[in-house]
């Protein structure tokens, strides 16, 4: 049987997905952030995390962070150098020149320290909204819905949002979603994702939500 819940009380919903979460794997930022990081080395280690593993994330950002914790001393080091630091994370020399920029950007324009608005996060070459948004929540606790495949995925799946883009998602769920859970609901729903609600083949058999859910765009599940 499945858990009975409205599609809008957010509560128990959210209170089914921290029990799933707690089973799952914490995802590489989140453990810089609980380690009381830097709001810098949380919008880098993010940059690190697009199209990289968590495992090679956490280790090419410790690794980075060992020898240039902050913008000044990322600035003292050459690209080629950052590049090899944070190898073999996804597109490393791209990422490597753009943490050295930011880190320029930093210094010059905002005396070193991250921005708290998203505007300003948005100029800062590598970054997007998901980066941004994460940044926003984990290091200042400002409420901002990050938006990955995970998050875009479910709530269309679910019915909550009907959408095409993971931009036009964020704008969709935050109308719906309690501001109280932007900052958590990433978290959240990547665990789902990763270990029930996948995009291929998810365990619906196994989904708490399974009475309630219509399946969008599923085809076939376990």
């Given at each position: ?46 940059i690190i995390s697009l199209r990289t593993r968590d495992p090679v994330t956490i280790e090419s950002t410790e690794r980075l962070f060992q020898k240039a914790p902050d913008p000044m001393s990322i600035l ?133 939500f399974k009475e309630d859910c219509p399946r969008i765009g599923v085809d076939k599940s376990r």
């Amino acid at each position: 049987m499945g858990i009975e819940y409205s599609s809008l009380d957010w509560d128990k919903i959210v209170n089914v997905l921290r029990m799933i979460a707690e089973k799952a794997e914490t995802p590489s930022v989140s453990i810089f952030a609980n380690r009381k990081s830097t709001p810098f080395q949380i919008l880098i280690s993010t940059i690190i995390s697009l199209r990289t593993r968590d495992p090679v994330t956490i280790e090419s950002t410790e690794r980075l962070f060992q020898k240039a914790p902050d913008p000044m001393s990322i600035l003292q080091m050459d690209t080629n150098e950052i590049a090899q630091l944070i190898y073999p994370a996804g597109f490393y020399r791209r990422k490597a020149q753009n943490i050295k920029q930011i880190a320029q950007i930093l210094l010059d324009q905002h005396e070193g320290l991250v921005p708290r608005n998203i505007e300003d996060l948005l100029v800062l070459p590598g970054v997007g909204r998901k980066t941004a948004n994460l940044t926003l929540g984990l290091s200042y606790g400002i409420p901002a819905l990050c938006v990955d495949t995970h998050v875009h995925r479910i709530p269309n799946r679910m019915g909550w949002v009907k959408t095409k883009t993971p931009e036009k998602t964020e704008f969709a769920f935050v109308k719906i979603l309690p501001k109280e859970y932007w900052i958590e609901i990433n978290e959240l729903l990547v665990a789902f994702g990763q270990t029930i609600c996948t995009p291929v083949s998810p365990k619906c058999s196994e989904c708490p939500f399974k009475e309630d859910c219509p399946r969008i765009g599923v085809d076939k599940s376990r």
